[in-house]
């Protein structure tokens, strides 16, 4: 298995608050990506990165930001959450971006 | 039409059948094609590649038909641990694959 991890794995917290999400690579993987999965939604694309201090928006990125300061890491942050950001966040890797993406364990985030 | 369709199902099917899903795409600049597979509560995980007409892997094939824009996946003698849901990807021509929502396949002893 691509080594990837996210952390936390699982978070509840309240409306307004900020809260970071943290990706964490092994594999020296350029391309970099976070995902939202919602039931009848799929897997949405919010924000990739194409190397260090390189991102990009993705489809629904509203509410969220990101940083990649190194190779290994990104970051998601929602400055401040909302209860229609209660989801399930994937981060990705990919080396040469438009190819086979390899996924992290997941992140369930609850807003209350 | 949305960039990436999948029938969600569930497609039902008894262990030893094959069951085949279609994933139609629009964008006719896609050159790589991925299928994943998604067990519930879990991270997709990449099932097969398909970078020219087809690919083979074991019980799984991918076929591709550029002509008509669809790709798709057959699994033979389907196993309980089949069961899943099965994501299409085409790549896009930049770096972002777009994903369809995914066709849910439950194998039954």
């Known amino acids: 298995d691509a080594g990837i991890t996210q952390s936390p794995r699982h978070k509840v917290t309240e409306t307004g608050t900020p809260v970071t999400l943290r990706c964490h690579q092994t594999?020296?993987?350029?391309?970099m990506y976070w995902y939202r999965q919602d039931p009848g939604h799929g897997l949405r694309l919010i924000h990739y990165?194409?190397?260090?201090?390189?991102?990009d928006k993705g489809e629904v990125s509203d509410g969220y930001s990101v940083s990649r300061s190194k190779t290994e890491d990104f970051l998601l942050t929602l400055e401040s959450a909302t209860s229609s950001q209660t989801s399930v966040y994937f981060c990705a890797i990919s080396d040469r971006g438009d190819y086979e993406q390899y996924f992290g364990p997941g992140t369930r985030l609850t807003v209350t | 039409r949305k960039e990436v369709e999948q029938d969600p199902g569930p497609f039902n099917v008894p262990e030893g059948a094959t069951v085949a899903f279609n994933c139609t795409y629009s964008?006719?600049?896609?050159?790589?094609f991925f299928w994943y597979r998604q067990d519930c509560r879990k991270e997709p995980k990449l099932l097969m590649s398909?970078?020219?007409s087809g690919n083979e892997d074991g019980r799984f094939t991918a076929q591709l038909n550029r002509a008509s824009q669809y790709i798709s996946l057959l699994i033979r003698d389907s196993k309980l641990s089949d069961s899943a849901t099965y994501l299409c990807?085409?790549?896009?021509?930049?770096?972002?694959?777009?994903f369809g929502r995914g066709t849910s396949l439950i194998v039954h002893p």
């Open positions: 398909v970078y020219s």
């Open positions: 964008n006719s600049a896609s050159q790589s």
């Open positions: 990807a085409p790549s896009g021509g930049s770096y972002i694959p777009t």
């Open positions: 594999e020296n993987h350029r391309y």
């Open positions: 990165s194409y190397g260090v201090k390189d991102t």
